[in-house]
């Protein structure tokens, strides 16, 4: 390295002694033209800035370019919001703090592992838990989502409000094709001008009070609906078609009285244009009427055949006004009266229960239900039939009965959710807890009363009666379901209503709105069976009913053995024909509701084939039907005040007769005897098994509860009966007694100096016999007069028995009957599932009592509620 830095030392002096040296001349002293900071910004400014600016070799370029990408960005991204953003930046600042949070996962709407606040197996006995607690369902999901999921508050809550609005929007959103705008329209009792323009509004001349009370009493002396005979022709001839292009109507509706007419009026008020056919009667509010042959006064006189009397009215006025409402009235010109008086402290039923009230089990003494509430059934059972008394202060207290009254008030607030989940699909219903009024409709009502009321006969008997006074049927056979909204409907504060002008002043309100709406009320209509549509195998319309058909969706239906899911989809219901060979069918996407009843549905207007090969609701097979009523109709000379005779309902019950209650000598311990079996009861209801006491007896869910044939066959004569007839026994037999014309306060100004009497009793062997069938159904027999006349005479032998003042007052009597009385109130009704108002043969609906309870005017209303609600 030594010697290679002395060889360049060496070339250095070489090149150094090579090149000539040049001696430069000083350089010149730099005199500035500008001296001072002054002349130098001066310089700067006007100089050195723009030729930098012209001839810089810099990147400036490129941040002008960047900033125009920028600001075309931002109007991208913000569109006509960028002016705000400008003038708020820190608005863009925390969207892109949010968007940097979001990126490190701080924002996500699930937490992580450590921010869980319980382990899992934690929160799963903490849910289980919750719903052995009865928490409803929808908490219930909402805490699996937060503990098991792991769900952020703040999205938990985002959740509920996102959920809520739909479930709003849902509530708003019209259905069925509904109007926006519902027509307005007239009282009934209105004077109407015709005009040729349909559309045209129908005008309502001024009339004074005097006026209008004669004109209501004149339209209340005619009966309600057009009657389908041959001077009608001409006026009915629009009804018929024989294919739904040439229909004219929207809905059939099926039946008669208000239930049915209130269906019709709330689907008229839809927007739909409704049909109804009344049958047998010839009025369509379900009244009988007398004839000139009882005499000139009678003729047209209505004996009311239904039961019409309104508990909680106040209720009940509220689920009528949307069909009643007029444009001068909310009620429609309907008023409600109470039952009794002042006098009597509106007395509303009476109740006679062998062995109640008296020592001795075949005598009765009878019990008087009246308007105050609890506190007044209360205060009488103790004065009457030694139970304890209730406190003073407004509560139950020491007293049984007012304990047993409140608990089936409670059981009976939730029917209405019961009722309502009727109108869901299975699938939603099984992801809700059971609510009260349904764990204790499968279950007898014996038990609950062996078990709630067990030291007083007696006032156990009455709580019996009270609970189902209008069947025979012991509490053994009886669905508490049924029991608890009897009860339920006695211990009104109100009392019991009646419509002033009977129920003939509330069809003919309901009438007209389904007139002033387009449809038509006919009676006297003789059906033979219903029409379906020509099965398709392919197409839009098949497939649309086959999934209608889907067991657990719209319509269940009852299959054999080893059928699930292989029955064909259920054709489509049309229409009805008529037993003279014409049909009346509805509009395309049109519906028939049947307010008949379950048996006369699908047992009687369902065409054999079609039942063979699609089957009838799921569990309907299992049910039985109520033994046929017979009524006896009874014109009286005289008003309510001469006759002496109130507008209470009298019952004779014993299949709420006092049990044999026994006490064990050895131990003291009190064996109770079973109520309703004694001299009287019924023999059906004594065959039939039931429960021995037991509080947790119940029958098997309807889903387990499969018949041989889902076809509903007619099967042989059952054998139960055979060894004990049931007949009807003077005295002793279940019988009601009431008086419609004492009910309504302005009767007497219609009809003057006469009052109606309907006698209602069960028909016995000689009228109907009882098939072993599935379901069980009764058959009438063929009567002869002599028979029906027998009858009659031991019927009225039994009134003058226990109201002697009208013997010598009767003017003229009539039977009827048999009539049929819809399903009995056991257990099995309230189980099956089938019992829906939507049913598996697509346009075919159900209304009416069978979907609730039966002889109620209540029950009805709702039934036909839930049809016009599922029709829609």
Same mark, same amino acid.
């Given at each position: ?53 012209? &001839? /810089? ?11 125009? #990408? &920028? ?44 921010? %869980? ?16 607690? =009865? ?41 069925? =094709? ?81 239930? @049915? ?11 739909? #244009? ?164 349904? %764990?204790? $409709? ?73 007139? %002033? ?5 006919? /009676? ?47 054709? %489509? ?72 005779? /109130? $507008? ?16 064990? !000598? ?13 001299? $009287?009861?019924?023999?059906? @209801? ?53 008086? !419609? ?31 072993? @069938? ?28 226990? &109201? ?13 009957? !048999? ?54």
């Amino acid at each position: 390295l030594d010697e290679d830095e002395d060889d360049e030392d060496d070339d250095e002096e070489q090149h150094d002694d090579a090149v000539p040296k040049i001696n430069l001349p000083p350089s010149p002293v730099k005199n500035y033209a500008f001296t001072t900071d002054h002349q130098l910004t001066d310089l700067i400014e006007t100089v050195l800035q723009p030729t930098h600016a012209q &001839f /810089t070799t810099s990147s400036e370029w490129k941040v002008h370019a960047n900033a125009a #990408k &920028f600001e075309r960005l931002l109007d991208e991204k913000y569109g006509p919001f960028r002016p705000f953003v400008d003038r708020y930046p820190q608005i863009e600042r925390t969207l892109r703090s949010i968007q940097r949070k979001y990126a490190k996962g701080r924002l996500s709407p699930f937490r992580s592992e450590e921010d %869980q606040p319980m382990s899992k197996s934690t929160a799963i006995i903490l849910l289980f838990m919750m719903q052995r607690n =009865g928490v409803r369902w929808e908490a219930l999901a909402l805490a699996a989502v937060f503990l098991l999921v792991g769900l952020q508050p703040w999205a938990l809550v985002a959740l509920v409000t996102v959920g809520h609005r739909i479930m709003m929007g849902r509530k708003a959103r019209r259905v069925g =094709g509904m109007k926006k705008n519902i027509v307005p329209t007239e009282p009934y009792y209105a004077i109407r001008d015709d005009d040729d323009d349909d559309d045209a509004r129908v005008g309502i001349k001024d009339l004074s009070d005097e006026e209008e009370r004669r004109r209501r009493n004149d339209l209340l002396r005619t009966p309600v609906g057009i009657r389908m005979d041959d001077k009608a022709t001409a006026a009915v001839e629009d009804i018929f078609a024989s294919t739904q292009e040439e229909a004219k109507y929207d809905v059939l509706v099926l039946g008669s009285g208000p239930s @049915s007419l209130y269906t019709a009026a709330l689907l008229s008020r839809a927007g739909k #244009k409704v049909l109804v056919l009344c049958t047998d009667l010839e009025d369509a509010s379900g009244c009988v009427a007398a004839t000139s042959a009882n005499g000139p006064k009678w003729d047209g006189v209505p004996f009311d055949l239904q039961s019409n009397d309104i508990s909680h009215a106040s209720k009940q006025q509220r689920l009528l006004a949307p069909a009643l409402c007029s444009t001068t009235d909310p009620q429609g010109g309907i008023r409600l009266a109470r039952i009794g008086s002042e006098r009597d402290g509106f007395a509303h039923t009476v109740l006679s229960i062998p062995g109640c009230g008296t020592d001795s089990h075949n005598d009765a003494v009878p019990f008087v239900l009246h308007a105050g509430g609890v506190q007044a059934i209360a205060e009488d059972a103790a004065a009457a039939l030694g139970d304890s008394w209730p406190a003073s202060d407004g509560t139950a207290g020491e007293s049984n009965s007012a304990q047993y009254l409140e608990f089936c008030n409670t059981v009976n607030a939730t029917a209405s959710k019961y009722y309502l989940d009727k109108l869901i699909p299975d699938e939603v219903n099984k992801m809700r807890n059971a609510d009260l009024y349904q %764990q204790t $409709g499968i279950r007898y009502a014996s038990g609950y009363l062996n078990k709630l009321v067990p030291l007083n006969g007696h006032v156990r008997a009455l709580l019996a009666g009270m609970g189902m006074k209008d069947e025979n049927l012991r509490p053994g056979m009886l669905s508490m379901a049924a029991h608890v909204t009897n009860v339920s409907a006695l211990c009104s504060s109100e009392g019991l209503c009646y419509p002033v002008g009977g129920p003939r002043a509330v069809c003919k309100a309901l009438e007209s709105v389904v007139l %002033q709406n387009g449809g038509k009320v006919l /009676t006297g209509v003789d059906l033979k069976e219903f029409i379906f549509e020509e099965e398709e195998n392919d197409g839009d319309k098949a497939e649309e009913r086959k999934k209608k058909s889907e067991p657990g969706k719209k319509g269940d239906v009852d299959k054999k053995d080893g059928e699930e899911g292989k029955a064909p989809p259920a054709p %489509q219901c049309i229409g009805v024909a008529l037993a003279s060979g014409r049909e009346v069918r509805v509009r395309e996407d049109g519906a028939v509701i049947s307010m008949l009843g379950f048996i006369p549905t699908f047992v009687m207007l369902l065409n054999d084939d079609i039942r063979t090969k699609h089957g009838v609701p799921r569990g309907l097979p299992a049910l039985s039907e109520r033994r046929p009523l017979l009524k006896v109709l009874v014109g009286l000379r005289g008003t309510a005040d001469e006759l002496s005779i /109130t $507008g209470a309902d009298w019952y004779r019950l014993p299949n709420a007769c006092r049990a044999f209650d026994e006490t064990n !000598p050895s131990t003291g311990e009190i064996q109770l005897g079973e109520i309703g079996i004694g001299r $009287g009861s019924s023999v059906d @209801s004594a065959n039939d098994g039931g429960d021995n006491g037991d509080p947790s007896a119940s029958v098997d869910n309807a889903d387990d509860i499969r018949a041989s044939d889902s076809a509903a066959r007619r099967g042989k004569h059952s054998k139960k009966g055979s060894a004990r007839r049931n007949k009807f026994d003077t005295g002793v037999s279940w019988i009601k007694v009431s008086f !419609p014309s004492a009910k309504d306060p302005s009767w007497h100004d219609r009809y003057d100096d006469i009052s109606t009497c309907v006698i209602t009793i069960e028909a016995d062997d000689d009228f109907v016999t009882k098939f072993d @069938s599935k379901p069980s159904i009764f058959s009438n027999h063929k009567v002869g007069t002599e028979n029906a006349e027998r009858m009659k005479k031991r019927v009225l032998k039994d009134l003058y028995d226990n &109201f002697p003042q009208l013997e010598g007052k009767v003017e003229f009597s009539k039977i009827l009957g !048999p009539i049929r009385a819809g399903l009995s109130h056991k257990p099995e009704r309230y189980a099956a599932k089938g019992i829906r108002p939507e049913t598996l043969y697509p346009g075919l609906f159900l209304g009416g009592s069978d979907l609730t309870v039966g002889d109620s005017f209540s029950g009805a209303i709702v039934g036909g509620w839930l049809a016009a609600n599922a029709a829609m």
